[in-house]
């Protein structure tokens, strides 16, 4: 029978019950309320694909039903859940659809792994699907648990993203950065404008820009993916994620990595003449022009448009490695592509080097590399305004040895297996928790050319970065999740996911 003790991420209290389990049965029904009526059909849907019962959603609950409950007050916040089940059914409660969300995912995980098989099994399987006597009380160490996909090297079609998140999820993730922009790439649509004062031609950054991605060498194609999303299409990923408790962070990358944006419209380029696109993965060699009016009007319509087609509170405007983009520069265009950006009505996001200019009020610094010291002194005291991306314990492109045939190796401190991206606290360098939002994990792209290679890099070390953004510091210990770890690997297999098949762990 399954057990209690192997679930990912580890809740908080997890009390196994003398008493009998709880069994599935052909009659049995999900009971919700009509605000909780599209979790519980998500679970119906689940639970139905694996086992072949009907299990109709109902209002009320009678004996050997699941019931998914609203409640008004809670403790832990609006993602906490409690799941309880015994003979008599599960019940699981939240005072929102996130923490319902949250809940479905630990219930999935007490079911047996024939669960996450496709094709409903044989009438003989009554029986199967047992649930072992527990009481749960779970709530999140941190508000945002993310993963980023940088869809500018190599792009990833809406369908593609769904599919991540499909896999990202089960985890309690909560978060989905897109990378959209770079040098290789444009990947968002923007419409013309009908105030265009310079005349820009928006719609060539996606006919150029969409057009580009990377070419390396070692990436099986060389070549990586191009195309781009409408504003329809982002707008419908957008909605897929919300239903799925995930908000997507839109990242525009300012004011380097925008060769892209160069070559689709030449007046942002000072001597007005479009530069060539580029797949070379090179970083820091391309900069917007802090003297050109264009660069603003730009970055305002950028900016505006997207934030009206973004659902989520965040705007992401970069800010990473602006190499050739001298100091008073940088720190001009950032400070005013940052106001931009607050105007939207969006909490600014940027990576930490975005930290030196004057920021408006509660934007979130994402820190991946450096100096940790200014962030912690420039942090809230009182907010949570920083996302923890450290490289060298989040970073999902590295290699996890010198034989993968994939990934990056510029991080030092490798190799990065599941063990590098567990063993670490986001609290570090004098940040508390109540200055942290989260923890991110970001794939780069360069090698990476479609969804099976992007979840080798991605699994197991994207679970081990679930545990960390989910599981408070107390409560975890790397020996007993590189146990839970091997567990699961069954039902990623069932799952046809993709992963790495760490040799320090015992794959079921
Ligand atoms: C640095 S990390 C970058 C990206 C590259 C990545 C490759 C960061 C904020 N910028 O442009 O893709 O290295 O690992």
Do not use: C
């Not at 892209?260 to 696109?277: C, S, T, W």
Request: net charge negative; glycine share 8%.
């Amino acid at each position: 029978m399954n057990t209690t003790d192997n679930l990912i991420p580890r809740p908080s209290h997890v009390a196994p019950q003398d008493g009998p389990s709880f069994t599935l049965s052909p009659g049995a029904r999900i009971a919700a309320g009509n605000t909780a009526a599209q979790i519980a059909e998500q679970l119906a849907a689940l639970l139905r694909t694996a086992t072949g019962f009907s299990l109709p959603l109902v209002e009320e609950h009678r004996p050997g039903d699941i019931a998914l409950d609203l409640v008004d007050a809670f403790d832990g916040g609006p993602e906490a859940y409690t799941l309880t089940a015994s003979e008599d059914g599960v019940r699981l409660t939240a005072s929102s659809p996130a923490g319902l969300f949250n809940a479905v995912q630990t219930l999935r995980q007490l079911f047996p792994a024939a669960i996450e098989e496709g094709g409903a099994s044989e009438e003989g399987d009554a029986g199967t699907w047992v649930v072992p006597a527990v009481e749960i009380l779970d709530a999140p160490r941190f508000a945002y648990r993310g993963l980023m996909l940088d869809v500018a090297r190599n792009f990833l079609s809406v369908k593609e993203v769904k599919e991540q998140i499909d896999v990202m999820t089960q985890f309690k993730f909560n978060a989905l950065h897109l990378h959209l922009t770079d040098d290789q790439g444009w990947r968002i649509e923007i419409r013309q404008p009908e105030e265009n004062p310079s005349g820009l031609d928006y719609a060539k950054l996606t006919e150029v820009g969409g057009r580009g991605a990377v070419e390396v060498a070692t990436a099986v194609p060389p070549r990586g993916n191009s195309g781009f999303y409408t504003q329809q299409e982002f707008r419908d990923l957008q909605a897929y994620a919300a239903a799925r408790n995930v908000v997507v962070i839109p990242e525009i990358d300012l004011p380097g990595h925008v060769n892209a944006a160069l070559a689709a419209i030449p007046q942002l380029n000072p001597d007005g003449v479009a530069k060539d696109m580029s797949t070379t993965a090179d970083v820091g060699w391309s900069t917007l022009d802090a003297s050109l009016p264009a660069t603003y009007e730009f970055v305002a319509e950028v900016l505006g448009q997207l934030a009206a087609m973004t659902s989520g509170p965040y705007l992401h405007v970069g800010g990473d490695e602006a190499l050739v983009t001298g100091h008073a520069n940088y720190i001009t265009m950032m400070q005013e592509f940052a106001r931009l950006a607050s105007l939207t009505g969006k909490t600014v996001v940027g990576w930490n080097e975005f930290a030196e200019a004057e920021l408006p009020n509660g934007s979130v610094i994402q820190y991946w590399f450096g100096d940790l010291d200014p962030i912690v002194r420039q942090a809230d005291a009182t907010a949570p305004t920083v996302i923890m991306s450290p490289a060298a314990n989040t970073y999902l492109d590295q290699k996890y040895s010198a034989e993968s045939p994939i990934g990056l190796e510029w991080v030092k401190g490798g190799p990065f297996t599941w063990a590098e991206y567990y063993n670490w606290d986001p609290a570090q360098g004098g940040l508390t928790d109540q200055q942290i939002l989260g923890v991110e994990g970001p794939l780069w792209t360069e090698t990476v050319r479609n969804n099976q290679q992007a979840q080798w890099l991605l699994y197991p070390r994207a679970i081990s970065l679930a545990e960390v953004a989910w599981t408070g510091q107390e409560l975890r210990n790397a020996g007993d999740f590189r146990r839970r770890l091997g567990a699961f690997g069954e039902r990623l297999t069932k799952q046809g996911v993709v992963f790495q098949e760490a040799p320090d762990v015992e794959w079921s």
